[in-house]
């Protein structure tokens, strides 16, 4: 007897497969999404397509166009200020506390991810680059051991990882988040957050080059 997927349940992996599309480019901004074509391609009813569409825009992920058509937004220069600011003032404070607080099991798993961050960027994977620099940031908020903390950061999650994506200077990220790794492990919170603060004004910068170019006007940096 064939087991029936939850609507939740397909809800969530229909979203989660379109979020990632988004994040990794397979879907780039201005592209269409239509409720019919996508249902066909997960083979599912186009209520949870509906749904998950319904998250994404929530998310700040797509957007509707018209009330029939609905694409993947476009960044501008003021949604990257913006997410940004919001990443400075809580990855710093949040490096800061994770100096503080790390146990030499937690480091060992953040050396770990490094490792692989290294192996990733040496072969120039750039989803799977993305994805354990996420993990790298994601264990140093979880390290700062502050509930609300993640709270707070867990609505715009997704978009920040969208903005990770588009920074493609791999190794000077690597040797950034080296930084902030020796700065963590040495139990120091100034230098933690010193580093978590050059690193986030570093790859605005490098996401508003590769965004809009080198002469875009972005206003105040963050």
Same mark, same amino acid.
């Given at each position: ?19 990632? $599309? @988004? @994040? ?10 239509? %409720?019919r074509e996508l249902a066909e391609r997960f083979g ?14 929530? %998310? ?13 937004? &476009?960044?501008?220069?003021? $949604? ?46 750039? %989803?799977?680059?993305? =994805?354990?620099?996420? &993990?790298?940031?994601?264990?140093? +908020?979880? +390290?700062?051991?502050?509930?609300? +903390? ?6 715009? =999650? ?15 990220? +690597?040797?950034?988040?080296? %930084?902030?790794?020796?700065? @963590? ?38």
């Open positions: 007897m064939t087991k029936i997927e939850p609507l939740g349940a397909v809800r969530e992996r229909v979203l989660a497969s379109l979020r990632q $599309d @988004i @994040i990794a480019g397979r879907l780039r901004p201005g592209d269409r999404l239509v %409720e599912v009813s186009r209520v949870p397509v509906r749904e998950a569409i319904r998250a994404l825009v929530a %998310e700040g992920f797509v957007h509707f166009e018209s009330a029939r058509r609905t694409v993947v937004r &476009r960044l501008t220069p003021t $949604d990257v200020r913006e997410l940004f600011e919001l990443r400075e003032a809580l990855e710093v404070y949040a490096t800061g506390l994770a100096a503080t607080r790390a146990t030499p099991e937690a480091l060992a798993q953040l050396r770990e991810l490094l490792d692989r961050a290294a192996a990733a960027t040496e072969a120039g994977d750039a %989803e799977a680059i993305t =994805d354990v620099n996420t &993990r790298f940031h994601d264990r140093i +908020l979880a +390290l700062a051991g502050n509930s609300l +903390l993640i709270s707070v950061m867990e609505p715009v =999650d997704g978009r920040l990882r969208w903005l990770t994506r588009q920074n493609e200077e791999w190794p000077q990220l +690597l040797t950034e988040h080296g %930084e902030l790794y020796e700065a @963590i492990a040495g139990g120091d919170p100034e230098r933690a957050r010193a580093h978590a603060l050059r690193h986030v004004q570093a790859n605005y910068r490098s996401t508003i080059r590769h965004l809009f170019g080198e002469t875009t006007e972005t206003g105040r940096e963050p």
